[in-house]
């Protein structure tokens, strides 16, 4: 597999705005992903970046940067119900490895 | 979109049996494949599920262990033999196309 890296844990209050990073070593794939998991769920899709710069999708954003071998996920206006475990996952031709998972607590 | 179908949602098993896990996606997708995931942990990819063919296996993961069908595009198996608790896992598919993956609510499987 492929070693993504992200912080285990972040803290934010509600209203705020998280920046959840992602570092990899891995050149050479298709994109990069994020997915949303809370306690006992499944893993959702979040936002895909084929391409380096920023993806938006509502209060979510997504960004790549091949040369610097990092991407993050900006989620702004933070809610109570996004508390929940967020992964990157590098698309390597085809197979989707995931990032370790950056656990977000969102406190009121 | 795609509905994953993932059943047994959870079992206890003796050591040394087999558990088989069916997948079922309600549209057909060019991808599926089955994940181990330790509670609170990341997700580790076991193989790519191949239509008509062997899995492709991660480094690791091995037929004889797990061996995965996949008769047709919406339907996947996975089987975990010869059980021992270092087994005991959530195991999930996912489903997909090209860049999004769905996956489904996942096997809870204790081995005693």
């Known amino acids: 597999g492929q070693s993504l890296e992200q912080p285990s844990e972040v803290t934010a209050v509600e209203g705020a705005i998280v920046q959840i990073n992602c570092t990899y070593q891995?050149?050479?794939?298709?994109?990069l992903s994020w997915y949303q998991q809370h306690d006992g769920g499944a893993p959702t899709f979040l936002s895909y970046?084929?391409?380096?710069g920023l993806e938006e999708t509502g209060r979510f954003s997504s960004f790549l940067s091949r040369s610097d071998s990092y991407g993050y996920l900006l989620l702004q206006e933070l809610q109570m119900k996004d508390s929940a475990s967020y992964f990157c996952?590098?698309?390597?031709?085809?197979?989707?490895?995931f990032g370790s998972g950056t656990k977000l607590n969102v406190k009121p | 979109s795609a509905v994953i179908s993932q059943k047994p949602s959870r079992d206890i098993c003796q050591r040394g049996t087999s558990l088989t896990i069916q997948c079922q996606v309600d549209?057909?997708?060019?991808?599926m494949f089955w994940y181990r995931q330790q509670p609170g942990q990341s997700l580790t990819l076991i193989a790519t599920?191949?239509?008509?063919?062997?899995?492709?296996?991660e480094s690791g993961f091995v037929i004889d262990k797990f061996p995965i069908s996949r008769p047709n595009l919406t339907f996947s198996t996975l089987t975990v033999s010869n059980l021992s608790p270092e087994d005991s896992s959530i195991y999930l598919c996912?489903?997909?196309?090209?860049?999004?993956?769905?996956f489904g609510a996942g096997t809870r499987l204790s081995v005693l």
């Open positions: 996952a590098q698309d390597n031709f085809n197979k989707f490895y």
């Open positions: 891995t050149s050479g794939f298709y994109g």
């Open positions: 970046n084929a391409l380096d």
């Open positions: 549209s057909q997708v060019t991808m």
């Open positions: 599920a191949n239509q008509g063919s062997e899995a492709t296996y």
């Open positions: 996912s489903g997909g196309t090209e860049n999004i993956q769905y």
